[in-house]
């Protein structure tokens, strides 16, 4: 059996800074609070409570005088005015492609244009981004892009993690309806990058595996674009979640993770990998 690892897997830049940011943080202070999960994966929110790194449900929580960190996925601005009002000791791990987000939208809304976000309801980085302006429409469905009215001057930003499919089906909707439309691609760079190699190498493999958290945005939807070209394609939290039935009849193996899996998890899957398949060594796939 031979294992195709995607060379991109795993955490991006933004997610690494924070969770860093989130240990260097603890370990200087003792602890450092975080309002919410700095990164959607469940291992690496126990890894850093253990560290010190404690999640809360709002800045009431905070002990007076500890540190609070604001995570990757950008912050409610109501937050941030909380958080300076009340003086305290802000670390700020927002993904600097997440403020980039936040500094094109908020442009959009000066230039006079209504403004559109292409992103999943709820999702903790489009609730920050929507923040930033007034009366936003998230649309993150083409279905809901149809039902929209007709305006005249629109300007639309995505949440960093969408699926350039799912984006271009939207905007190419929307271009019927508004008749000045100011479209800016925010779909990270990494995103695209680990989008474009998991389309390639679910294509080249027997058997696909996705290592993400299910509350993961980009992991579902890596997992999801690698179903429509592989069917024995499956997304994993941990190397326990592996069925060995699942490699039957393999001879090649492809692994990807989402941007919030850490490299002790992809690590832990492809040891379980290689042992379920009596596998000596593992390739890059670049």
Known sequence: MKILLAKNAGYCFGVRDAVDMAYDTAKEHGDVYMLGHIVHNENVVNDLDKAGAKVVESLDKVPDGRPVLLRAHGTHVDVWKEAKQKNMNIVDATCPLVRDIHDEIKQLESDGRKIIIIGDHGHDEVVGIASQVKE???????????????????????????????????????????????????????????????????????????????????????????????????????????????????????????????????????????????????????
């Open 136 to 286: 936003p429409m998230i649309v993150a469905t083409p279905d809901e892009a149809i039902r929209l009215r007709k305006t005249k001057r629109a300007g639309v930003v995505s949440q960093s993690t969408q699926t350039i499919e799912n984006v271009q089906e939207i905007v190419n909707i929307l271009m019927n309806k508004v008749v000045d439309l100011r479209f800016i691609n925010t779909i990270c760079f990494p995103t695209k990058r680990n989008q474009e190699q998991i389309k390639e190498l679910s294509e080249k493999c027997d058997v696909m595996f996705v290592i993400g958290s299910f509350t993961s945005a980009n992991s579902k939807r890596l997992t999801d674009l690698s179903k429509e070209r592989n069917k024995r394609s499956y997304q994993v939290t941990c190397a326990l979640d592996i069925n060995e039935k699942w490699l039957e009849d393999c001879n090649v193996v492809g692994i990807s993770a989402g941007a919030s899996t850490p490299d002790n998890i992809i690590e832990e899957v492809l040891e379980r990998i290689k042992e379920i398949g009596n596998v000596q060594e593992e390739e890059i796939y670049a």
